[in-house]
């Protein structure tokens, strides 16, 4: 089986805003930024046995594949259990059980004081600063960011492989309709059943802790957990307006839709997302 022709996202230990502003902000371009977050206090803080001790009895959500699949669990949690059993299972064992979206500023806001927001670009979210965890070998499937935020993921414990793709490259990837979703294999593409995807253009990058990975608006990526681990995202709101008011018809509308259609018919909505899907054949 082939696999896709991706190119290597840049990597550098530092940058200046002007440079970053004009060389990867503007023009939508992936970049590695490998010593962001060397000065945040998290980067010595935030170690499993910290999450464990000081914030272990925290209730928290989890999730497996069954989030994407149609049904009554689409979208929805596998089950709650406290943060300590959760960090067990991710030190100790390989399956697909991850933690996402889980917004600190809002669940354990005295963890936003161990971040220092870059000065590289204006428009941070003070107020949605969310991390991640996953066992080794979790995978977060192809998706975009529904609201098209600009997102700078640290790696703060562990290692990744990121697969990226422009937005742009959605009919490529067999994007569902009414989703930011794709169900193509990127780490083993089928190109009978998805003969579109020959035609993807995007990036492929392996992160290590304490590296940030840039992740323009509108991106596709694929998550692999290459080691057990944790990650913060910080987001930067689109700055034109057309970018906004994409975000906007993404979270109210199509959103919305896909939500309504789910509860009143699964199965049948489901079919005719993934027919549409492959019609871009």
């Known amino acids: 089986m082939s696999n896709l022709e991706l190119a290597s ?25 490998q010593e962001l977050a060397r000065s945040w206090p998290a980067s010595k803080k935030w170690t499993p046995e910290f999450f464990k001790d000081q914030h272990g009895d925290k209730q ?4 497996d594949a069954s989030f994407v699949a149609a049904g009554k669990h689409y979208m929805s949690k596998l089950k709650t259990i406290p943060l300590k059993e959760y960090i067990d299972q991710v030190m100790t064992t390989s399956q697909d059980l991850r933690m996402f979206l889980y917004n600190i500023k809002s669940e354990i806001p005295e963890l936003v004081d161990d971040i220092i927001f870059p000065s590289l670009v204006k428009g941070f979210s003070n107020n949605f600063v969310f991390m991640f965890f996953g066992c080794k ?3 977060t499937q192809l998706h975009f960011d529904i609201d098209m935020s600009h997102v700078f993921h640290t790696v703060m414990y562990g290692k990744k492989t990121v697969y990226l793709f422009p937005y742009e490259q959605g009919k490529n990837l067999h994007r569902y309709p ?3 979703r794709s169900y193509v294999d990127v780490e083993r593409p089928d190109f009978e059943q998805h003969p579109r995807l020959k035609e993807a253009q995007g990036y492929k990058v392996k992160l290590e802790p304490g590296e940030t990975l840039y992740i323009p608006s509108g991106y596709w990526h694929h998550v692999i957990y290459d080691e057990p681990g944790y990650s913060v995202s910080l987001r930067c709101s689109n ?10 018809y993404n979270l109210f509308i199509m959103a919305s839709i896909d939500t309504v259609m789910n509860k009143l018919s699964p199965k049948a909505w489901f079919n005719w997302k993934e027919q549409q899907a492959l ?3």
């Open 9 to 33: 996202v840049d990597k550098v230990l530092s940058i200046e805003s002007k440079e970053f502003s004009d060389s990867y902000f503007k023009t939508l371009q992936p970049l590695v930024i």
């Open 60 to 63: 928290v959500k989890v999730y």
């Open 137 to 139: 070998a979790s995978v």
């Open 178 to 180: 009414f989703t930011c």
């Open 239 to 248: 700055q034109t307006w057309l970018g906004k008011l994409h975000g906007y």
């Open 279 to 281: 019609k871009t054949c």
